[in-house]
């Protein structure tokens, strides 16, 4: 273990409040920036009139623009970049592939075919909101995969190839509803959601997705230990006591529910499962205990900073958060591999 990370697993405390402290500053600053003539005082206040403990002298308009439309979209923004971070730095070390993101199941393909049905074949007779369609979509497709993989022996190799198989599958499906089905306008909706957006960010998801991610957190953190024994592969983790298949079991569950509900309200935003774990490990070294909370917090904070761009960039028009976590995330990653590259 280098120096540096000896470094960083002694300084842990420290680094959590550092980046706590970031995440407060960065979602703060981010509801600032925009059209409206908003501070940051003017953000403290009118939370603090919210919960009881101050007053606000803002218009009900600014404060509306707050409360009501940055703040739950920035919320959402660190809630859904910390589970996909940890989503990934789950799949990654439970499948032993530098490559696996959240969406190696399956669940990202199943909920876009999800979303797509409804919007555009009406499925569900008007009672599934599209975020519904898009869960019922991604539980549909971690189901296949579960099924498949079982058939095809069980093993973590089996369970990657049953994701691309159920992935691809899923995928045709949703590119042939939408090309023989939608019209132009309709085809652009459903485009902009299938790459990421959280314009329709309300308190709602937010409560959501933020109670499923301290579940995932709370069931990740009790298998801490048993991850750093899959990193030795599956039959020393055996050895060393670990349940492998009730554990596998449980962290994909936790995993794919997390990922559904994600993707059900934000959309399918890639590269944050894929490249933050990475980083994080060059930092605090591969044990989970650490890992994981630092992993949540780099991805809160990356996401929140990103979707501030994405909103921003191309004002008044609004980039999909997908296109641009892929414009940061390809040469982010190729450094950080190369870094990784370096120090062998």
């Known amino acids: 273990m280098s120096v540096t990370r000896l470094g960083a697993g002694s300084r842990l405390p420290l680094l959590l409040l550092g980046a706590t402290a970031a995440l ?7 509801i600032t920036i925009g059209p409206a003539d908003i501070g940051v005082g003017d953000v403290w206040s009118a ?24 703040l739950p979209r920035t919320v959402l923004a660190a ?3 910390a589970g996909l971070a940890v989503c990934g730095t789950i ?4 499948l032993r592939n530098p490559l696996a993101d959240p969406f190696v199941l399956g669940v990202s393909s199943g909920a876009s075919t999800g979303a797509v049905l409804v919007v555009v074949l009406g499925a569900g007779g008007g009672v599934l909101s599209l975020s519904a369609g898009a869960f019922a979509g991604a ?59 959280l314009s329709n960010a309300g308190w709602a998801e937010v409560v959501t997705c933020l109670a499923v991610l301290a579940a995932t957190l709370l069931v990740c953190a009790g298998y801490a230990r048993s991850l750093d024994a899959f990193a030795f592969g599956e039959d020393a ?4 006591g670990i349940a492998v298949a009730r554990t596998r079991l449980v962290l994909l569950c936790a995993t794919a529910l997390l990922t559904a509900v994600l993707v059900s309200s934000v959309g399918a935003i890639g590269f944050v499962g ?45 980039v999909p958060v997908g296109v641009v976590t892929a414009l940061i995330g390809v040469p982010a990653f190729v450094l950080v591999l190369y870094r990784a590259r370096g120090a062998r």
């Open 139 to 197: 539980a549909v497709s971690f189901a296949c995969v579960l099924v498949l993989s079982h058939v095809l022996g069980g093993t973590t190799d089996r369970v990657v190839l049953s994701g691309v198989a159920v992935m691809q599958l899923f995928s045709a499906l949703t590119s042939f509803v939408v090309l023989t089905s939608a019209d132009a306008e309709t085809t652009r909706g459903v485009l902009f959601w299938l790459l990421g957006s």
């Open 91 to 94: 799949m990654q070390s439970l």
């Open 274 to 318: 894929l490249v933050l774990p990475h980083a994080a490990r060059t930092v605090t070294g591969p044990n989970h205990t650490r890992l994981l909370p630092a992993t949540a917090l780099a991805g809160a904070v990356f996401l929140v900073w990103v979707d501030t761009l994405a909103r921003t960039v191309l004002d008044p028009q609004e």
């Open 47 to 70: 939370v603090a009139a919210r919960l009881g403990i101050g007053h606000s002298d803002l218009s009900a308009i600014r404060d509306g623009i707050v409360w009501n439309l940055r």
């Open 79 to 81: 809630v859904c970049g």
């Open 24 to 30: 407060a500053v960065s979602i703060a600053v981010a």
């Open 237 to 240: 983790a055996a050895t060393l």
